[in-house]
């Protein structure tokens, strides 16, 4: 994992505080819109918490929305439980399974498991990648169409592998889910600025072996591995359920007979 040269800028008067309380807790520098000496830019702005690229001519900026953007049309859209992410995690009428996203990412897929009612934690181990989910938990828990589901959605800034070792076992979720950095190719512009602009903050999850053994020493009942529907196993290790879409596969590991009723 890489974070390269950060700094924390802001936009608009009304965001300095913001930003000089955010710099303090990440310990980064504190810049205003100045990027020169740095690869990235965590600027707290009007609309929300942004991550922009330095340098002419770079992608537009990231920033995390549960209320408009991609997340809300997801939410709007209704596809419920009949789509391949609720079917993997395996909802079910009467089956509302707990759920720990370890690799939480930009949050989208836990905030639909949480929009189908499903309780999530999770675990991202980025600094800057948390803050921006934690902002737009923030945001989105003021709106009163997103405020039920980020209820259901709990944050923590951690490494997941050392998080789930060490879980008790009267804390271990019903379902782990991973969906881990790895080289793919998406073809919408948007997705390729942001996996260039995630993948240059996070790195690529060289350790997903051992999450996936920790995952699934956690799990109380199944892990879920989101991949492209066309990729290699991660770890190499065949699942005991395979749930495809058009252009991503679920792979479910089920551990004690879990989904066999």
């Known amino acids: 994992m890489t974070e390269g040269r950060i700094a924390v800028g802001w936009e608009g008067e009304a965001q300095q505080a913001h930003a000089e309380s955010l710099a303090h807790r990440l310990e980064l520098p504190l810049t205003g819109l100045a ?11 009007p609309s929300g918490l942004e991550l922009r690229q330095a340098g002419m001519g770079t992608p537009g900026p990231i920033r995390v929305d549960f209320v408009q953007g991609k997340a809300g049309h997801r939410r709007r859209s209704g596809e419920g439980r009949g789509q391949p992410l609720a079917r993997a995690v395996g909802l079910k009428k009467g089956r509302l399974p707990y759920v720990l996203d370890a690799t939480a990412g930009l949050g989208r897929d836990a905030f639909v498991l949480a929009s ?11 600094p800057v990648a948390a803050a921006l989910l934690a902002d737009a938990i923030d ?33 271990c979720p ?17 997705v390729k600025k ?16 051992d999450l ?17 529907a066309r990729s290699t ?7 005991d359920i395979e749930i495809k879409s058009p252009n991503t596969r679920y792979d479910v590991y089920v551990n004690r007979g879990y989904g066999s009723n």
């Open 35 to 45: 990027a020169d000496g740095f690869d990235m830019l965590l600027v707290a702005a």
């Open 116 to 126: 189908l009612g499903c309780s999530v934690l999770l675990l991202e181990r980025s």
């Open 139 to 171: 945001r989105a828990s003021v709106d009163t169409k997103t405020r039920p589901i980020v209820r259901l959605m709990q944050l923590r800034c951690e490494n997941a592998i050392g998080y789930m070792e060490n879980l008790p076992a009267a804390a």
């Open 174 to 190: 019903d379902v782990v889910y991973l969906d881990p950095m790895y080289p793919h190719r998406m073809k919408t512009a948007l």
């Open 194 to 209: 942001e996996m260039r602009i995630f993948r240059q903050l996070v790195g690529d999850d060289s350790d997903s072996r």
């Open 212 to 228: 996936l053994a920790a995952a699934r020493k956690c799990a109380r009942f199944r892990v879920v591995v989101k991949r492209p």
């Open 233 to 239: 196993r991660l770890a190499d290790e065949f699942p």
